[in-house]
C-alpha cells in the first residue's frame, strides 16, 4: 500500500466519479472503479455513511461518532475521498450540481423516487451536463426501464437472492430450507454489473459526447447469474431445485469428506476419472460399467460418491492435497485463518494491510483480484474519515463551503 494521497495509477485514471451510495451494494461499484484509479468522492450525509457503524472494530480505532469507521467500511470503501453534503438543504443542493457539472459519473442507491424528491433527478443533473453518466442500483430497478410491482420495495442482500433465483437452487439436494449464500451476493454481483455498466457508459461518453442512464436492479442481476434455470425451464420445462454440492450434469462433482475437513474434487470429463481411480487404488472402477462414461456416473451417482467419499475420508487434507494437487481439478475447503496462511493469497496480493486511523494495528482487507500489466490499480488509500478531504475537494471544483443548516436547539 502506498502512502495515503498517493495518485491512483490504474485504466481509469482521470474519471471522477460522485458516490452518493450507502451500505454494500452501491459502496462496492464504486470501490471497483476506485479500485482502477477512478477518484472516487464519496458524498456523505452529515454524519457520515451509517455503515461506519458496523464492526469488528480495531482496538484503538477512532469511532464512528469521532469520523471513524469499522472493518465494514474500512473494506469496500477504500481508494475513495470524503466530503459531507447535505442534499436537504438548499445549499447542499447547489454544491452538488456545481460538482456534477465537473464529474464524469454519478452514482446513487436510493429507492426509486428518493432524487427525484430532492430535485436531484437524472433529467435535472444531465441538463447541467449532457455528458453524465448516472448510475442507479435498487433492488427491483428504475421505472425509467418498466415500473413492476416491486419497484418501490425495499430490498436487500437476502430478498434479491430470494428473488433472483439463487436460493431456490442452493442447499441439500433432498429437504430442507433454501439456503442463503454467505457472502452478500445479492449486493455485490449487481455492484459488479453497475461498475461493468458504468465503464460501457464512459467509453459510448468517449465517441458520442452523450452520457445516459444506467440502471441495474439486484434481483435482475442474481437471476442473470442463474442463467442455467431460464434455459432449462424453457427447454425442458426443468423446475429449479437445490442441487446440493454436486452438479447436475457431471458426476463425481462436489465437495467429499478428508479426515480433517472438506475438499472439493470434481472430474469434468472422462480423460479425468481413469487417473482419479488409479489414484485411488480402484483401477477397478475405470472399467465398471457404471463409471465407464460422465453419462453413466451420473446414473450412478449414489455408488460413484460413495465410492469417492470413503476413498478422501481416509486421508486428511495435506495427504488428498499431495495426492491430487496438480493431477485432478481439486482443492482443499479453507476458512479464513487457512486463507491468511496459504501462499497463494500472499503472493497474488489478495490480503492487503491498510491504516485505520487510531489503531494499534494495521486492518487486513481483500485485494482485488484484477491485475493489469501497465495499469495495474489496487489498494492505495485506505477509506475516508467524515469530510476529511472536503478543502482539496471544493479547492478542486473551484467551491466554497457550503453554509450549516442551524440545529434545533437542544
Keep these: 500500500m502506498t502512502a495515503p494521497g498517493t495518485p491512483a495509477f490504474g485504466a481509469l485514471q482521470g474519471l471522477r466519479v460522485l458516490d452518493l451510495t450507502q451500505m454494500l451494494a452501491g459502496p462496492y461499484a464504486t470501490m471497483l472503479l476506485a479500485d482502477q484509479g477512478a477518484d472516487v468522492i464519496k458524498v456523505e450525509p452529515p454524519g457520515g455513511d451509517a455503515t461506519r457503524r458496523h464492526g469488528p472494530f480495531l482496538p484503538g480505532a477512532r469511532p464512528f461518532d469521532e469520523g471513524g469507521f469499522g472493518a465494514y467500511f474500512g473494506s469496500v470503501n477504500r481508494n475513495k475521498r470524503s466530503i459531507v453534503v447535505d442534499l436537504k438543504s438548499e445549499a447542499g443542493k447547489a454544491q452538488l450540481i456545481a460538482m456534477v457539472r465537473q464529474a464524469d459519473v454519478l452514482v446513487e442507491n436510493y429507492r426509486a423516487g428518493v432524487m427525484e424528491g430532492l430535485g436531484l433527478s437524472y433529467e435535472t443533473l444531465a441538463a447541467h451536463n449532457p455528458r453524465l453518466v448516472y448510475a442507479a442500483l435498487r433492488g427491483f430497478g428504475d421505472p425509467r426501464s418498466g415500473e413492476t410491482p416491486y419497484t418501490h420495495w425495499p430490498a436487500y ?17 433432498v429437504g430442507g430450507a433454501p439456503t442463503k449464500i454467505g457472502p452478500g451476493v445479492g449486493d455485490l454481483l449487481p455492484a459488479m454489473y453497475l461498475a461493468y455498466a458504468v465503464a460501457a457508459a464512459c467509453w459510448s461518453v468517449q465517441r458520442t459526447g452523450q452520457g445516459q442512464f444506467v440502471d441495474v436492479a439486484m434481483a435482475d442481476a442474481v437471476l442473470a447469474l442463474c442463467e442455467r434455470i431460464v434455459y432449462q425451464y424453457s427447454a425442458a420445462g426443468v423446475d429449479s431445485r437445490p442441487d446440493g454440492n454436486g452438479h447436475p450434469l457431471l458426476c463425481p462433482f462436489g465437495i467429499f469428506p478428508a479426515s480433517d475437513g472438506y475438499v ?7 480423460r479425468f476419472w481413469e487417473p482419479l481411480a488409479r ?3 480402484r483401477a477397478d472402477l475405470a472399467a465398471d460399467p457404471r463409471c465407464a462414461s460422465n453419462e453413466a456416473r451420473v446414473r450412478h451417482r449414489a455408488f460413484v460418491e460413495a465410492e469417492v467419499g470413503a476413498w478422501t475420508r481416509r486421508h486428511t487434507q495435506a495427504e488428498l492435497v499431495r ?6 481439478p481439486f482443492g ?5 485463518q487457512d486463507i ?3 501462499p ?3 503472493a497474488r496480493g489478495m490480503l492487503v494491510p491498510t491504516e485505520q486511523p487510531g489503531a494499534e494495528r494495521l486492518l487486513t482487507i481483500a485485494g482485488t483480484p484484477i491485475h493489469m500489466g501497465r495499469t ?3 489498494v492505495h488509500r485506505r477509506a475516508p474519515l467524515v469530510d476529511e478531504h472536503a478543502g482539496e475537494i471544493l479547492r478542486e471544483f473551484g467551491l466554497q463551503p457550503a453554509p450549516t443548516s442551524p440545529q434545533p436547539s437542544p
Design 157 to 173: 442482500d437476502p430478498v434479491a437472492q430470494a428473488m433472483g433465483g439463487i436460493m431456490g437452487v442452493t442447499g441439500p439436494e
Design 264 to 270: 472439493s474434487l470434481g472430474v469434468p470429463n472422462d
Design 279 to 281: 489414484i485411488m487404488g
Design 323 to 328: 495426492l491430487l494437487g496438480g493431477r485432478i
Design 332 to 336: 482443499p475447503v479453507l476458512y479464513a
Design 340 to 342: 491468511f496462511h496459504d
Design 344 to 346: 497463494h493469497f500472499q
Design 376 to 378: 495495474p490499480g489496487g
